[in-house]
């Protein structure tokens, strides 16, 4: 089964400053995707970022951008330039391709919860 | 549009009331998802929904029955709930052959009172 891990209950960081916020997980699969998600006090589950394993650029989205590590099955978040907006719980999430009739739901940390000070 | 819409936003029940969860999306999206999360924690899966089929039930205790009439829609339907069943229920969709992100929607919090 696959499980994912953030060690980092909490994370803080100055605004302007960068954070990093990491992730392993554990799969006997080769092919799959892996995603950063935000959860804001709003509630709303936000994408933040996406990789896709057979990949090995490393994905960007603005401000946010992914050290992905296959062989050390390590997915770490990189926060520049933070943000007030930014401060929110963090998920790491894994899923699987879809192959036949499988499902592709995810598989979740439990989450770094980021603050970000003025 | 790229929304997941749920509602209500919050609901307030009493362990013997009968009340309805509703999700609906409009991306083409085959695959439907309920998750219950609790303060703090990941969301946890409870049921996954594929071409308007129940596919997976995540040892759902029965007082919680999902349905999906149509495959842009998906209820929670809830009867005798007990206080700790109060949580955010979140509704989240996705591609099912073409794996893309999921989607989820602001969810509902439920408070069993």
């Known amino acids: 089964a696959q499980t994912v891990t953030q060690s980092q209950p909490e994370m803080s960081v100055q605004e302007a400053e960068t954070v990093t916020l990491s992730c392993t997980y554990d799969?006997?699969?080769?092919?799959?995707?892996l995603f950063w998600y935000k959860q804001p006090p709003s509630r709303q589950m936000i994408l933040v970022i996406r990789?896709?394993?057979?990949?090995?650029q490393n994905a960007t989205e603005n401000r946010f951008s992914v050290n992905f590590q296959k062989a050390a099955k390590s997915f770490s978040l990189k926060i520049s330039d933070s943000q007030l907006g930014d401060a929110a719980m963090y998920f790491c999430?894994?899923?699987?391709?879809?192959?036949?009739?499988?499902?592709?739901?995810?598989?979740f940390g439990k989450g770094t919860k980021l603050s970000v000070k003025p | 549009d790229t929304e997941v819409t749920q509602t209500p936003k919050h609901l307030v029940m009493g362990m013997t009331n009968k009340k309805s969860l509703k999700c609906e999306q409009h991306?083409?999206?085959?695959?439907m998802y309920w998750y219950k999360q609790k303060a703090k924690k990941p969301p946890e899966l409870m049921f996954v929904?594929?071409?308007?089929?129940?596919?997976i039930n995540e040892s759902v205790p029965s007082r919680f029955s999902p349905e999906c009439p149509n495959s842009s829609l998906l209820n929670l339907h809830l009867h005798a709930l007990q206080p700790e069943d109060s949580a955010l229920y979140l509704c989240?969709?996705?591609?099912?052959?073409?794996?893309?992100?999921?989607?989820f929607g602001q969810g509902t919090r439920l408070t069993v009172v």
């Open positions: 929904y594929s071409y308007e089929k129940l596919s």
């Open positions: 991306m083409g999206h085959r695959a």
């Open positions: 799969t006997s699969e080769s092919d799959y995707y």
């Open positions: 989240a969709s996705s591609a099912r052959d073409r794996v893309s992100e999921a989607f």
């Open positions: 999430a894994y899923r699987r391709k879809f192959y036949g009739g499988s499902q592709g739901n995810l598989i």
């Open positions: 990789q896709e394993a057979y990949k090995q």
